[in-house]
């Protein structure tokens, strides 16, 4: 998977700016329209493939279908999206037809990628399947009951084990969310579920919190780039911010950040069908360097992707607590 030299979705800080995270000027990446018959494309996940890159994206179709697609591209900006949605391989008839799907993410753990995503199993809760190839998808057991959303898997086994974060919560718009740990030896049984963070009472993640992409390992412990909320007059405002978690206990926090990394503040991020809304699914680590591309959904309408530094990113979550 890393073998290759792909080229890296790039972009320097703009001369003068000392913003922590910044935005790629050609954004959005990925249009509302791409497909003929998506009504938005956004909280969507890409990694490193082949010699480019793919991902699973949602592409809500024009009768307002939540659906999952597969996509390719050369050089993580521009996207080929696929025009039929994701059709899983399933040999569990009770959750096999369950076609509508959302806010996917993908990891590569051990020799495939592995996805996860919010699954309409009477009510919303964690799907999770493989590929080799993104074309064939093989559909497992659902990680956990209703209701759930945000289930992301760390990218590798952590003591021997699967782990993933997620985030219980009901039918609806939830007014509430806290993260939580749980850990599985086969992708099936999932248990030994820990507490890792609520919300912040005051601030811009204080009605719920979700992880965002898959964490990142680093010599400091996992840094996590997380969803937050806050309940204005006009309704949710989605922003992300970033902590560090423990290395062998994730559900164990070193640092959190207090300010948020970014919040709504472009046309793209403040107009949609849902406004106010930032939402990170998936970042990109070029590990030579320490650059990071932050790819997220704008007003749940269309995708657009932001650049950090690594360590710069380490440093905002340590020195702001």
């Excluded at 309704?235 to 206990?249: I, P, T």
């Excluded at 360097?289 to 530094?309: E, H, K, N, Q, S």
């Amino acid at each position: 998977m890393h073998e290759l030299n792909r080229p890296f979705p790039w972009q320097d800080r703009p001369q003068g700016s000392t913003e922590i995270i910044w935005r790629y000027s050609q954004n959005p990446i990925i249009q509302r329209d791409l497909l003929p018959t998506s009504n938005s494309i956004f909280n969507s996940a890409v990694v490193p493939f082949g010699d480019g890159y793919a991902g699973v994206f949602r592409c809500d179709d024009r009768r307002r279908r939540m659906l999952l697609h597969a996509g390719f591209s050369a050089d993580g900006l521009h996207w080929n999206i696929d025009h039929a949605p994701i059709r899983f391989q399933c040999d569990i008839p009770e959750i096999a037809d369950f076609e509508q799907g959302y806010d996917p993410r993908v990891v590569w753990i051990d020799d495939r990628y592995y996805i996860t995503w919010c699954n309409i199993y009477h009510g919303p809760t964690i799907g999770v399947a493989w590929t080799n190839d993104f074309k064939t998808f093989h559909q497992l057991e659902n990680a956990l009951l209703p209701y759930n959303r945000n289930g992301v898997l760390f990218p590798r086994k952590i003591n021997g084990r699967f782990a993933l974060l997620s985030r219980p919560s009901d039918r609806g718009h939830t007014p509430f969310g806290d993260i939580f740990y749980s850990e599985s030896p086969d992708l099936c049984y999932w248990g030994k579920h820990r507490h890792v963070m609520s919300p912040l009472p005051d601030s811009w993640q204080s009605t719920k919190i979700g992880a965002g992409p898959a964490p990142i390992e680093t010599p400091h412990g996992w840094l996590l780039i997380y969803h937050g909320v806050l309940t204005s007059c006009n309704g949710f405002v989605y922003s992300f911010g970033a902590a560090l978690l423990d290395k062998d206990e994730p559900w164990k926090i070193k640092h959190r950040a207090a300010p948020y990394l970014m919040s709504p503040q472009t046309l793209y991020e403040l107009v949609g069908d849902v406004p106010s809304v930032v939402f990170p699914c998936a970042a990109l680590l070029d590990e030579p360097t320490g650059r990071l591309a932050i790819y997220y959904g704008c007003a749940d309408t269309v995708t657009a992707v932001a650049f950090a530094y690594l360590d710069d990113l380490i440093a905002f979550a340590g020195q702001n607590p």
